[in-house]
Nanobody
Framework: QVQLVESGGGLVQAGGSLRLSCAAS????????MGWFRQAPGKEREFVAA????????DYADSVKGRFTISKDNAKNAVYLQMNSLKPEDTAVYYC????????????????WGQGTQVTVSS
């Protein structure tokens, strides 16, 4: 089992920045590829960013490329999502997810999920 706890969400004006954190506990964190997803009201959960277990490769949704950066610190058992130039359409609950796979995982086929953190971007 892997337990994931997100933090860092909040209310920010358009153009601002937030840094989300996801703290992991349980199994060996360095074995897990990680991802960030988001779900806006009335919409399906969507992929945001993914990183390999070693942190040596990343992928992003087109809607966030150039604005968001995912990073992984295996020594701290944490994954981060730096979000810059935020837009009102980024408003959603953001979830981190983990799976014991060797590559990038950009679909929702993750084994473990956090409870989510709310991000609200005002115009």
């Amino acid at each position: 089992q892997v337990q994931l706890v997100e933090s860092g969400g909040g209310l920010v004006q358009a153009g601002g920045s937030l840094r989300l954190s996801c703290a992991a506990s349980g199994r060996t964190f360095s074995n897990y590829a990680m991802g960030w997803f988001r779900q806006a009201p009335g919409k399906e959960r969507e992929f945001v960013a993914a990183i390999t277990r070693r942190g040596d490769s990343t992928d992003y949704a087109d809607s966030v490329k150039g604005r968001f950066t995912i990073s992984k610190d295996n020594a701290k058992n944490a994954v981060y999502l730096q979000m810059n130039s935020l837009k009102p359409e980024d408003t959603a609950v953001y979830y981190c997810a983990a799976n014991n796979v060797p590559g990038l995982l950009t679909t929702a086929k993750y084994a473990y999920w956090g409870q989510g953190t709310q991000v609200t971007v005002s115009s």
